[in-house]
């Protein structure tokens, strides 16, 4: 099984005026979106089924990210992700199967590839707990692991995650 947490893409500060959850993409934001969705599906990343914060942010990045793809991937967007600390995050993959049978459409088989997009601190510090090290996400950033572990239930650790591999926006040509 393989695990994406994502940084949402970078979200405009310019109206003042707005609550942090209904913030929107920047026009950098907008640009590095399908460009990351393109990467991911071109390194055979593309996910089975995403989690995702409740956010416009977080919601904007997820629909430039299908839009790229060309196809639609099964999403549940959740205020429980919304600046979710990284145990809890951590408790929110766990319940995948929960996400599954809920709202969604009963045919869904539990994902091979789950992306959760969220928000920092909590994303980038549930990254670096599974690295082993502090890694900072910046936005529309991913890291991606191999996980030994038979269902999104288990408890993903050092030892049964492996990593496969991580983008940013800047490192793209």
């Known amino acids: 099984m393989r695990l994406i ?6 979200s405009d500060w310019a109206d003042a005026s707005l609550d942090d959850h209904d913030r929107p993409l920047n026009a950098r934001g907008r640009r590095d979106a ?6 991911m599906e071109e390194n055979g990343c ?3 089924f995403v989690l995702s914060s409740d956010s416009k942010r977080t919601r904007e990045t997820f629909s430039f990210l299908e839009a790229r793809w060309g196809q639609s991937v099964p999403v549940h967007f959740s ?6 600390s990284a145990p809890r995050i951590r408790e929110i993959i766990q319940s995948t199967s929960e ?3 809920g709202d969604q459409d009963e045919s869904i088989q539990m994902p091979e ?9 909590g994303i980038s510090t549930a990254a670096s707990e599974l690295l ?3 890694c900072g996400l910046p936005t529309a950033a991913l890291v991606i692991w191999t996980c030994q572990i038979d269902s999104w239930a288990r408890e993903l650790t050092l030892s049964n995650c492996k990593l496969l591999d991580s983008m940013r926006p800047k490192q793209l040509p």
Not at 5 to 10: S, V
Request: aromatic content about 8%; cysteine-free; hydrophobic content about 45%.
């Open 5 to 10: 947490l994502m940084r949402h893409a970078k």
């Open 79 to 84: 205020s429980k992700l919304y600046l979710a």
């Open 34 to 39: 399908p460009r990351m969705a393109g990467w």
């Open 46 to 48: 593309r996910p089975d």
């Open 113 to 121: 590839t789950l992306l959760v997009l969220g928000h920092n601190p």
């Open 99 to 101: 996400w599954l049978s």
């Open 132 to 134: 082993g090290h502090a």
